[in-house]
């Protein structure tokens, strides 16, 4: 008998232990109800907070996930025969445009021959986003002169290259207003890998805080994001010392373009955790020859981890494609594998390689650097880089959208805190309708279709009203929300927890 009682407590207490870790793990791919969601934008493709979603016509129509392009700019190349792996932000107070970039040029043996390239990252700003100017600032030598745009080298000015701006708590800035990750290599063990460095102005980087992260020869752009969940560093990179690390055949070497993942938990010591591989191209890659992945940008927002996906056909075309995770390690992936930034026609100046990254907010719009070749990934002599622009309104790379009969996106139980109630929606083709429901689906007084002023219109904050009634009245309580799409795009839901002037 007290062996009995003895294994009970021994597992009662074990789950006890492991419930946080499980209510953790539920609210990362599915959320406890009701959800809290607070006045953050609730994307809706992917599941997450939707319960739901059916067409009324539901023998013939569906209600379906649409991908939305960025559209390319006019004005592209915006930087010509200038190029890499390309970061840009805006400043907040000023509203300049700055720009790092990855640059190369060959390196040559005593014959003439080149023996692989020589990296460094560059600079350039623009007021306005589309004319840029390249500074000549006379920090380093390159190209045998000091009048040039560049801005880093790497600790030990031998190589710098995959620069990527950091988008970290205050707290772990070091009073360092911009913060850069990179990638060195041919400096030596307990230096070449990934590092950081601090700078006050985005031009003069101090060297004095440059810090290794991980001593990985992952030759491509590594991605740092903060995980405000977990409260860890998560970098996206290639696990190069576990494959390609020697010579010999594939079977032995394996293939190392992948995309993999570690945690750190600072920016300013080594980290300890080894990558895992979790991105493998699948049968639809191998469709198209696609059999590599060069790496993966990834940014973290309203929940999502977003990352810029390149896909690699040896020795040719690299594209880029989104990908997106709630966790940041099970991505998702458009079944049609749409280009978010596409490979430009034939003998375009982006018609070999497209490097995608995140996007800058410009007012409503979401605005997409990229680097891309006008040659394939082997032909590195001739091909020639530039610097373009993808523009999309804000938040709206994939909808739902209604049938032309109709269709319903129905949400998971919500503890209502707002003011009011905002839609980034497309209903210029149709109509939008939202009517309230509890937990069970009763339809709340005041709060049916039939209540609701239809929205027909397109716009990324449609506010929804009711005729007699208040969405505000119902703070506290658990609803559902019901959307009903005639022929319309739903991108996002938000609460508005501040009350109108």
Partial sequence: MYYHIAVRIFFSCLMISLLPLSLEAQSRSLPAEPVEIGSTPQFVFDNYIVDNHYALKYKRETVERVFHAPQ???????????????????????????????????????????????????????????????????????????????????????????????????????GYRYLMS????????????????????????????????????SDTLNSIVYDPVTAQYVMYCRAKHIYRTFSGAILDTGASRRVARMTGDSLWSEWTSEPQNILIPDALDADKQFHFFYGMPVRYHAGIFWGALWPFKMNTDIVTELAFSRDGIQFERLPGRPQ?????????????????????????????????????????????????????????????????????????????????????????????????????????????????????????????????????????QIIRLEIYLQDADLFTFQADTETTE
């Fill in 182 to 217: 990179y990638h060195t290599g041919g400096a030596g063990k307990g230096v070449n890998g990934i590092r950081v460095v601090g700078s006050q102005d985005g031009i003069h980087w101090d060297k004095s805080s440059d810090s290794l992260l991980a001593e990985l020869h």
């Fill in 72 to 174: 390319k700019h006019p004005a592209n190349p915006l930087v010509a025969g200038e190029g890499g792996y390309v970061a840009v932000r805006r400043d907040p107070e000023s509203g300049k445009f700055r720009m790092w970039y990855q640059t190369h040029t060959p390196r040559l043996d005593s014959k003439g021959k080149q023996k692989g390239s020589n990296y460094a990252i560059a600079y350039g700003e623009s007021t306005d986003g589309l004319k840029w100017t390249l500074p000549q600032l006379d920090l380093y030598e390159w190209k045998g002169s000091r009048q040039n745009n560049i801005v880093w080298k790497g600790i030990t000015d031998a190589r710098a290259s995959g620069p990527c701006l950091l988008d970290v708590p205050e707290a772990e800035r070091k």
């Fill in 340 to 476: 978010l930034i596409a490979l430009g026609e034939a003998d375009s100046w982006d018609d070999g390689m497209v490097f995608g990254t995140d996007w800058v907010d410009v007012g409503d719009e979401w605005w997409f650097y990229y680097s891309a070749y006008d040659g394939p990934h082997g032909d590195p002599t001739s091909r020639q880089p530039g610097i373009g622009l993808a523009t999309i309104k804000k938040e709206r790379l994939i909808s739902l959208h209604g049938p032309r009969g109709g269709g319903v996106v129905i949400t998971r139980q919500l503890r209502w805190q707002g003011e009011r109630l905002f839609l980034n929606a497309d209903a210029s083709q149709g109509e939008i309708k939202v009517r309230l429901s509890d937990a069970k689906r009763k339809v709340l007084k005041g709060f049916d279709y039939e209540d609701c002023v239809p929205l027909r219109t397109d716009s990324l904050r449609h506010e929804v009203k009711w005729n007699e009634t208040s969405i505000a009245a119902l703070q506290g």
